[in-house]
């Protein structure tokens, strides 16, 4: 029985470690005996609060050579977390022996700053990807994944992403029906399909006070019409080079991801929940020609129109 261990501290998100545990519970319905022994470790045991107010009780760090595999929670409390010299101190002793390490959303922070990122290929939520290379420029950061294995280091994108990240451990350990099956208990997808940006790139311009939020719906109405930067930069009453810069700085995106982005979430849709052709999705929706679709559907989500549509009605 391997001992999974998740290191939470006050104003850790509650789902970082409610998912993974959730996951990791499953395979006790498959395989016998138990394959893992689940326990919540914190620096001072007792009572730890989330940020949303809920409590999780939690051992004491204990012995780090006692860890097959430590998990380290994101959350509000990360940046406190990670300037803990004790925290980590343990982080550090358990990766000398653990047969993995791994964070779940900014829980990378507190890998980084034990040292034990620098020099390879790591992951976190998309909301902190333009900060955390700034702070850790050894880590080599890959913003779109979901999750990513370095050695014996796993980190993951955020919150729900803890879900995927304990799936692939749990493939990893047990293979992968094992780990289809637990998908299946929890109603998820055993491979999520396409990287974080599919959920991190139009958000930015959707929040309400944002400055081009008036302009996104206003390009929702016009999905299938042309929609170069000129016609964009009229509709905002601003020259197409000022509306470029101006919209890249604000969103970080290109006037023209944004547009694929929400062709894409238009498309999606229709792909999953109406009967109309591939071809018809893709006129409506403005790619025109459904090859230009299809390689921008593998792109973004990972698999072409058609076998996305076969899973949604699968489902």
Not at 14 to 37: H, K, Q, S
Not at 55 to 82: C, F, H, N, R, Y
Not at 262 to 279: G, K, M, P, Q
Request: include cysteine; charge should be positive.
């Amino acid at each position: 029985m391997k001992t999974i261990a998740v290191l939470i501290y006050p104003d850790f998100q509650l789902l970082d470690v409610a998912g993974p545990i959730g996951a990791f519970e499953m395979p006790a319905r498959e395989v016998t005996p138990p394959p893992y022994r689940l326990k919540i470790i914190a620096r001072e045991p007792g009572l730890v609060v989330s940020s949303s107010g809920a409590v999780m009780v939690a051992e004491g760090l204990g012995d780090p050579g006692e860890i097959d595999t430590l998990i380290v929670s994101g959350g509000q409390g990360t940046k406190g977390a990670a300037l803990c010299r004790e925290t980590r101190t343990f982080v550090r002793e358990v990766a000398r022996t653990a047969r993995r390490v791994c964070s779940v959303c900014s829980g990378a922070y507190v890998l980084a700053a034990a040292g034990l990122l620098d020099g390879r290929r790591a992951t976190t939520h998309w909301g902190r990807t333009r900060h955390f290379p700034k702070i850790f420029p050894k880590v080599k950061l890959e913003p779109d994944r979901i999750w990513i294995r370095d050695g014996k280091f796993w980190t993951s994108a955020g919150i729900t992403a803890g879900i995927d990240l304990a799936l692939a451990l749990i493939a990893d350990d047990l293979g992968e029906a094992v780990a289809r099956a637990t998908a299946q208990e929890l109603v998820v997808y055993h491979r999520r399909p396409g990287g974080q940006s599919q959920f991190s790139a139009l958000l930015d311009i959707e929040r309400p006070d944002g400055r081009f939020a008036s302009l996104l719906d206003w390009v929702r109405e016009r999905l299938a019409e042309p929609l170069g930067v000129e016609r964009l930069a009229d509709q905002t009453g601003m020259s197409p080079r000022n509306f470029a810069r101006a919209f890249r700085a604000e969103t970080g995106i290109t006037p023209a991801k944004a547009i694929e982005q929400l062709r894409l979430e238009a498309a999606r849709n229709r792909v999953e929940s109406t009967a109309e052709s591939i071809d018809q999705v893709a006129l409506l929706t403005g790619f025109q020609d459904p090859e230009r679709m299809r390689r921008a559907f593998i792109r973004a989500f990972g698999q072409p129109p058609q076998a996305l549509r076969r899973t949604a009605k699968a489902a």
